[in-house]
């Protein structure tokens, strides 16, 4: 008989293919996007750049930034058409599946073959880095029953995302902050939705088709859903007093708790000091009760989860509470880390049709043997 294959549930440790987009540094626990520390991109670069730095896998020079950031503006408006059937959808929608329609009509609309060479994916990668935000701009002001406010060319990717959602341009310190969390949420290798998209494109699909299924990847709890789910969670406890009492109850009743624990950091992810940082940072700006409350349960409940369970907090956790003191709504989080990781998931898409093999793994069969079909129904 041959031998019962090891089944390795959720590709725990698999090396699935080769990458040259991001790696997890383990022994200095750091992340790097081609080769660049992550938290020195944080610190020093603008997502823009970041994003051309995954792409073609340099960060641009002067012309080259200035290049990606006119084209990046021009493409920012919605197609009317698309506008309208966007703001059609039920206003119970989730933001995630508003976005996630978004991007099937952008490939509906999108005349241009998609012949997998890299320079249609980046004139698409493109597109859906410009288009994203004003989506989801649009639709934080939908649910609060406003109008949208439409892209203003003369502002940064940052500046014109807040002006869009609130009709302000913030200072400089809070666009910091948010360019800090793009930078950090970009990329990070084959994690679950980036696989996702790389399963889609390794058929030769569209790769309006792999944005699509990877939006539908990172909605969930257990992956991007994370950093909506750490809102309602600390709104479920409330008093930071009551920390270690929730927590109690819901390990008891085997509740994961969100924001915390990763599949491949084991002593916590790299890129958490850096988002603590500046939410810290807007702790201290915002310098009102509310904000401190939520800042001192934020640090009771981290406590309380690795005295208890030893367990670390993973990026969502603090970029969370972040986004929700810069002033944006629960539901709006997650698409937000779709608008960062937009970068990561194309430039895989692109990578995986470089060297393409088709993604079809195996399983070990657990059902009846062979039997013989009935003669006659019931
Ligand atoms: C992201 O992969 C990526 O890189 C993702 C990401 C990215 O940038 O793309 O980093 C972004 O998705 C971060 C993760 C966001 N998700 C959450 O915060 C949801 C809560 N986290 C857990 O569901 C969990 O930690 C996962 C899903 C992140 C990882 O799960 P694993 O690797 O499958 O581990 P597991 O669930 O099997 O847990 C192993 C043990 C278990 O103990 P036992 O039941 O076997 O005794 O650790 C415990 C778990 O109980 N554990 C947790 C926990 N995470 C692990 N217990 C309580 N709460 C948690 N959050």
Redesign the pocket.
């Known amino acids: 008989t041959t031998a019962t294959p090891e089944i390795r549930r959720?590709l725990?440790g698999v090396v699935a293919d080769t990458t040259a987009i991001s790696t997890v540094v383990q022994d200095t626990n750091s992340l790097t996007y081609r080769g660049y520390p992550v938290h020195e991109l944080a610190a020093h670069r603008t997502f823009e750049e970041v994003a051309h730095l995954l792409w073609h896998g340099e960060l641009p020079d002067a012309t080259q930034l200035r290049d990606l950031q006119a084209r990046e503006r021009a493409l920012r408006p919605l197609d009317r058409t698309t506008a309208e059937l966007l703001a059609g959808l039920p206003r119970t929608c989730h933001p995630m599946d508003v976005l996630r329609t978004a991007v099937s009509l952008f490939g509906a609309e999108d005349p241009t073959e998609d012949d997998g060479s890299p320079a249609a994916h980046r004139a698409k990668s493109l597109t859906l880095l410009a288009k994203l935000p004003t989506v989801v701009a649009a639709e934080q002001r939908r649910r609060r029953g406003l109008a949208p406010i439409p892209p203003h060319p003369d502002l940064g990717y940052a500046e014109n995302f807040f002006h869009m959602c609130f009709g302000t341009v913030p200072d400089a310190d809070l666009v910091r902050c948010f360019e800090i969390s793009l930078v950090l949420?970009a990329e990070?290798?084959f994690?679950?939705?980036?696989f996702t998209a790389r399963v889609v494109t390794s058929t030769r699909s569209d790769l309006y088709s792999a944005v699509t299924a990877a939006i539908g990847a990172l909605k969930g709890?257990?992956?991007?859903g994370?950093n909506e789910?750490?809102m309602h969670m600390l709104d479920e406890i409330g008093d930071p007093g009551r920390a270690a009492e929730w927590l109690d109850a819901a390990?008891a009743a085997?509740?994961?708790?969100?924001?915390?624990?990763?599949?491949?950091?084991r002593h916590g992810?790299s890129?958490v000091p850096f988002m603590q940082a500046a939410l810290d940072r807007l702790v201290a700006r915002a310098a009102d009760p509310e904000a401190s409350r939520l800042a001192t349960l934020h640090a009771a409940l981290r406590q309380a989860?690795l005295t208890r369970?030893g367990?670390h907090p993973?990026?969502?956790?603090p970029a969370g509470l972040a986004y929700h003191l810069m002033g944006f709504d629960t539901p709006t989080f997650t698409p937000i880390f779709v608008m960062s990781?937009i970068t990561g998931w194309t430039a895989h898409i692109t990578e995986q049709l470089a060297h393409n093999a088709l993604i079809r793994p195996l399983a070990s069969y657990a059902g009846p043997g062979q039997r013989a079909v009935p003669a006659t129904a019931g």
């Open positions: 959720g725990a949420y990070h290798s994690n679950a939705s980036t709890p257990l992956h991007g994370a789910a750490v390990l085997k509740r994961r708790i969100m924001g915390f624990g990763h599949r491949v950091y992810d890129r989860v369970k367990i993973n990026l969502d956790y990781r």
